[in-house]
T-cell receptor, first 110, second 114 residues
Framework: SQQGEEDPQALSIQEGENATMNCSYKTSINNLQWYRQNSGRGLVHLILIRSNEREKHSGRLRVTLDTSKKSSSLLITASRAADTASYFCATDAHNNDMRFGAGTRLTVKP | ETGVTQSPTHLIKTRGQQVTLRCSSQSGHNTVSWYQQALGQGPQFIFQYYREEENGRGNFPPRFSGLQFPNYSSELNVNALELDDSALYLC?????????????FGSGTRLTVV
């Protein structure tokens, strides 16, 4: 079963705009991670935020975590056509696995 | 530092057959996790191996089995293939002993069962 759920399912923006994706999860976590996947290939790790952190930055990426609401958001600033991909949040679970949501499909139009 | 490599990249099998997928983990990583990703869905956890022992299992039947070798490479075996087993199979390695929990994924094996 999936732990995280991303919202929206699909997002289409123009190059240069910001993109915001949200993730909600059900159980307590130790950390939450965001991954990117291009065209059904392998996932690329973007950023990890621990449960005791509220915000984290990496280049054009900004991730927030609200453990009281069991939610996280990923903001991509000044988007580029190369950011077109599916984005997944993943949370750790009790049996040592990372549980992924169904993803947000981001399309950045040039 | 090498990444995670998976073989083969594509595979077509007939229903009822058996298949073995292979994964070489990133150098220095001792944990391997396998995921099944159906088209348009997120990856579903199959199982994880840590230092050659199964360290967690998702909601998959026993016909999905695995191995991890002393060099931390891994195999995923699926017996009695069903049409619904058609998916992208992803392998990911990590090393939680180093306090880092991010996964490095391979490019996957696309399995088609006909």
């Amino acid at each position: 079963s999936q732990q995280g759920e991303e919202d929206p399912q699909a997002l289409s923006i123009q190059e240069g705009e910001n993109a915001t994706m949200n993730c909600s999860y059900k159980t307590s976590i130790n950390n939450l991670q965001w991954y990117r996947q291009n065209s059904g290939r392998g996932l690329v790790h973007l950023i990890l935020i621990r449960s005791n952190e509220r915000e984290k930055h990496s280049g054009r990426l900004r991730v927030t975590l609200d453990t009281s609401k069991k939610s996280s958001s990923l903001l991509i600033t000044a988007s580029r056509a190369a950011d077109t991909a599916s984005y997944f949040c993943a949370t750790d679970a009790h049996n040592n696995d990372m549980r992924f949501g169904a993803g947000t499909r981001l399309t950045v139009k040039p | 530092e090498t990444g995670v490599t998976q073989s083969p990249t594509h595979l077509i099998k007939t229903r009822g057959q058996q298949v073995t997928l292979r994964c070489s983990s990133q150098s220095g990583h001792n944990t391997v996790s396998w995921y099944q990703q159906a088209l348009g869905q997120g990856p579903q956890f199959i199982f994880q191996y840590y230092r050659e022992e199964e360290n967690g299992r998702g909601n998959f039947p026993p016909r999905f089995s695995g191995l991890q070798f002393p060099n931390y490479s891994s195999e995923l075996n699926v017996n009695a293939l069903e049409l619904d087993d058609s998916a992208l199979y992803l392998c990911a390695s990590s090393n939680p002993d180093r306090g880092y929990y991010g996964y490095t994924f391979g490019s996957g094996t696309r399995l088609t069962v006909v």
